[in-house]
């Protein structure tokens, strides 16, 4: 008796200690709770909302994997795998955006999508110049893929961005053109320019043999991105294929994970084979 008299007494404490709208704080809660649950929703029959949520795990579980072998390999490639898990950490918090933007609208996040592009493609960039470094690799060479990336990125920025109403096919072919050339250079450049180069006269072979490989990447990979950018309203797969608008983020969040997570495997192969002491 003695024990339940004590009980409520402290149940009544408790309740007076309570703020007076602890009712409506409770409430609001509620709603938030089922409001997020409802933005987290995954239509089975919807692509590019599965591939929005597969692309954040994928690219956090990578960041994880990528600065936890930091500490296992030689200090010379610590920065390279930093640079790796940077990556993908930061494609990581775009897509947790990214896809509850899409979840809520319905309608494709291209300003966060540009944000993450703006800040990882340069970084992916800075790899070719990290790996081509030891065999002799300037400053320079760096900022110059820096600056192709970016002219890449703003002018498919603003053929995606500021298409006008209902589609342009000039418009975006003007801008994907442009964009175009940046591309070309930094593909050039891997395969047959600077970092070629750079990398034949390397003494490693795992060197030569992973930058052969991100050419592939920046060849094969980065090509699915124009294919995405075509389906936009007015856009050469949207006019003549009919492909649906839709089809923009599942492209992008598909050559994403490939790229992204690629590179950063691709990096880590090198690290791996140069370090003496991994275990």
Known sequence: M??????????????????SNFNNLLTKYQLTMIELLDVMKIPKDDPVAFTFFTGYMAMAAASVFFFMERSQVDKKWKLSLLVSGLITAIAAVHYYYMRDYYGATGENPTALRYIDWTLTVPLMCVEFYLLTKLAGAKKSLMWKLIAASVLMLVAGYIGEAFNPEGGSTSHSVMWGVISTIGYIYILYTAWFGEVA???????????????????????????????????????????????????????????????KIGFGLVVYGIAVSESKDYA
Do not use: H
Request: some cysteine; charged content about 15%; overall charge neutral.
């Open 197 to 259: 180069q750079l990398a034949e006269k390397s003494d490693s072979a795992a060197v030569k043999k992973g930058v052969r490989t991100l050419a592939w990447f920046v060849l094969v990979g980065w090509a699915i991105y124009p294919i995405g950018y075509m389906c936009m309203p007015g856009g050469w797969l949207n006019v003549g294929l009919g492909w649906d608008a839709s089809n923009v983020d599942l492209f992008y969040n598909i050559a994403d994970a490939i790229n």
């Open 2 to 19: 003695f024990n339940l008299k004590a009980k409520y007494v402290e149940q009544n404490t408790l309740t007076a200690c309570l703020p």
